[in-house]
Structures are given as structure tokens and as C-alpha cells.
């Protein structure tokens, strides 16, 4: 019988790696992202990725329906969760900006595993949780508060639902990236073919480049594929080497 698989924001972020991975595991997938209420990008993709179910719904309880309906038991889940990390002073402060990145980065996936959390429990096979998350509160930025309290939320809610579904047999671990390639946060016109933007990923990234997202793949195989329930609670960098100091003047 086939594993099977369900990857939200599929086409942003950490998607393309996501399903990519699990594809080529010969998994059968439902895929879900706003954006394949397009009829051309939904097209495009199953052309690329034929017998994968997709969805565009966004509402959770719809949702939750629809994964019940897909699947009996489901082995993987990756929440792959991302919003445009908006820069700006606090004291100039964009209160919208942040309801919406908290609404994405955290409400959300909390609203999600609190819906799915029952139907985990009830199956006989365990699933492996997987979130992408970030590792960019590693190194604090100027003018980056919102995304920061974003995703350091978003990675202790991890560690909350290791701690509580351990005792259930069903790991949960976070792979955090930083400085991955993805049109939603590095994209290519201003990070790889801009001088100025690639200047900068050389200058901060040790490994002198963005990462790839078949990079990516490796680890979510791993983590996908994971046999025991001892794995838990981790909280996986992803980012070259970031972050590192400047080197000394003298």
C-alpha cells in the first residue's frame, strides 16, 4: 500500500522540495496552495506532478474534510508555512502587517494540527509531522521584529506539539531554513542575478551562495521516512553555515 502524503503552500517556500521528495518516494499526495485556483498554474503542475491530488481551499475545517476524504490514514504531513517577511522599525510599527504574519505563521498551523491532532490519534500507524519553519532568529535583524516573533513562535509551537503527542508515538520535527532559495523569500532576480543581492549571500552565507531546494529534499526524506518516534522535538538549521561574525579588522 502506498504511504501517503499532505503538503500545504506546496508551490511556496519549501513546497517545490516538499513534493519534489515525496514524488520521487512514490508517495500519493494531496498538495494544497491558494494558488491552484489558477487554472494554468493547476495545469502546470499536473503535468509535472501526474496522479497527485491538489486543492486550493484555504478553509481549515474544509480542508480537514477533505484529508479525511483523501486518505484513511495519512503518514505525512508537512506544514510548510510562509508569509512575506515584512521589514520595518517597531516605532514606525505595521499592526495590519503583523496580524496577518501571526495569522499565517501561527494561528494558522496551530488551527490546522488542532483539527487534524483527533485523526492522528485514531490511526493505528503513526505520522511523522514535519514543519518548515526558520532559522532566522538565530541572528536577530534591524527591522525585523515581525518575521522574528513570527517564527519564534512558530518553532516553540513545534517543541509544544513534540512534547504532547510523544506519549501518541508521533514525532514532530521542524526543518528551519534560512538563505534557501524561493521566490517567496530569496528570489532569483534579486539574490542570484543582481550583483548588489548576491554580493550580500556571498558576504553573510559561509557557504557563499543561497541553498538549493533539492538541497532541502535530503533532509525531508529523512524525516519522512522515519521509522522510530525517538526523533522528536528537533529543530533542524538549514542555512549554510549562517549565522557567522564578520572577520576581524585586525
Do not use: C
Not at 193 to 211: A, S, W
Amino acid at each position: 500500500m502506498k504511504r501517503t502524503a499532505f503538503i500545504t503552500n506546496v508551490l511556496q517556500y519549501a513546497g517545490p522540495a516538499s513534493i519534489s521528495a515525496l514524488y520521487a518516494k512514490g508517495f500519493q499526495l494531496l498538495v494544497q496552495d491558494p494558488l491552484f485556483a489558477d487554472p494554468n498554474i493547476k495545469n502546470t503542475f499536473l503535468s509535472k506532478y501526474p496522479n497527485t491530488s491538489i486543492t486550493s481551499e484555504t478553509n481549515i475545517e474544509n480542508l480537514i474534510n477533505q484529508i479525511s476524504e483523501t486518505f484513511p490514514t495519512i503518514d505525512v504531513v508537512i506544514s510548510n508555512d510562509s508569509f512575506p517577511a515584512i521589514h520595518t522599525s517597531i516605532s514606525e510599527g505595521d499592526l495590519k502587517g503583523l496580524e496577518n504574519t501571526l495569522q499565517e505563521i501561527v494561528i494558522r498551523p496551530y488551527y490546522f494540527m488542532h483539527r487534524l491532532i483527533p485523526k492522528l490519534k485514531k490511526q493505528q500507524n503513526k505520522s511523522n509531522l514535519i514543519f518548515i519553519t526558520s532559522s532566522r532568529t538565530e541572528l536577530p535583524m534591524k527591522n525585523g521584529a515581525i518575521p522574528d516573533m513570527a517564527r519564534a513562535a512558530n518553532n516553540a509551537f513545534v517543541k509544544s506539539l513534540s512534547i504532547e503527542l510523544a506519549p501518541y508515538g508521533i514525532p514532530v520535527n521542524a526543518i528551519a531554513p534560512n538563505f534557501l532559495y524561493s521566490e517567496t523569500y530569496f528570489p532569483r532576480s534579486l539574490f542570484i542575478e543582481n550583483p548588489i543581492g548576491k554580493k550580500y549571500i556571498e558576504t553573510v552565507v559561509p557557504i557563499g551562495r543561497l541553498g538549493q531546494q533539492e538541497e532541502l529534499e535530503e533532509l525531508i526524506i529523512y524525516l519522512a521516512e522515519m521509522k522510530g518516534s525517538f526523533h522528536t522535538g528537533s529543530i533542524i538549521p538549514f542555512n549554510g553555515g549562517w549565522p557567522v561574525a564578520l572577520d576581524r579588522p585586525y
